[in-house]
């Protein structure tokens, strides 16, 4: 698989503060991370057969797992702060239904390989190709993208150059081109303004202040939950992020919030394509994130020929406070 790098190479001093970073992260989670409550169903993907693949992605390989059941298969792509297993709630709804289902880790997080190469720097168009590395390899000829969060951009962008590959286009929470209605977490902020850059050295290089950022987060991803939800979001969540970290994903996310504000303002060159797009688009959107609005999904369903919102009573991880529901309009969708 072609490489695909965009941007100049990741300095030492930039990778050093940035595995600073995760490790800081990781040093932060036990103050935070709030154990499971036996309300807290455990995740049924764990009953769910699969079969798990190292995919060769430009200098890395890819982490997948690949359930199997009828095309058109859902292909499922995480953002920053975690990785696949956002989807464990989720993919057993769809596996009983009978659907194929792929879901992977980004270069750089979860399980997939911390790239070593010197100079190596990830990046949103790296992303695109690890996605087209998982369809080839797995001989998916035609699929359902579901991007969340900052995958949001990589399943829309490969819809954008692959529409023969897609059956249609499923986006959740996530953010595309400039505009009005939608704002970043503050830690995505402090990460990805170079302004900042030495406030993000700080909170890199102390436990002790990221742990205070995350907390902070926390909170503010919260401000509109009901008492169930916060209780999967500190139970379910932050798990996941804080393992994410821990497994070394620190580089990868400094590097890609770095990269924020210049991959908007590509996909904002690209809405001429977006308004040509001809295949369905639906818009399954947790409408109690305090960042990705409804009016955010509104705006970017506005901005497709073809395109729909799904408003979910949930959070910005609505895969795991709804997964019931987020699978009956993903099937329905179908």
Known sequence: MASFTEGTPASRRDLLLASAGGLALALASPSRATPDKPSIEPPMA????????????????????????QDPAFVMMHGFPDNLHIYDYLVPYLTRAGRRVAVFDFLGFGRSEKVAVEGYRYTFKQQVGDLAAVVDTLKI???????????????????????????????????????????????IEVFG????????????????????????????????????????????????????FSGGAGPAFAQMTAQVRDSVAYNTSRLPDVRRFGKKVNLIWGVQDPYLTSATAAAIAATYPQGGVKSVQAGHWLMIDRPAEVAQLLLTSS
């Open 141 to 187: 000829d035609k699929f359902v993208p579901v991007g969340h969060d900052s995958g949001g951009p990589c399943a829309a962008n490969y819809a954008l150059d692959n529409p023969d590959r897609v059956a249609w286009l499923c986006l959740m929470n996530c953010y595309y081109s400039d505009s009005p209605t939608w704002r970043l977490p503050e830690i």
């Open 46 to 69: 764990s009953d769910v057969p699969y079969t798990e693949h190292r995919i060769s992605s430009g200098d890395g390989m890819v982490y997948a797992r690949e359930y199997p059941g």
């Open 193 to 244: 303004d170079p302004w900042l850059k030495e406030l993000a050295h700080a909170f890199l290089s102390d436990p002790d202040k990221m742990a205070w950022l995350i907390t902070f987060q926390d909170k503010h991803f919260q401000v509109n939950m009901p008492a169930d939800l916060r209780e999967r979001f500190d139970g379910i969540v932050r798990p996941i992020v804080n393992g994410n």
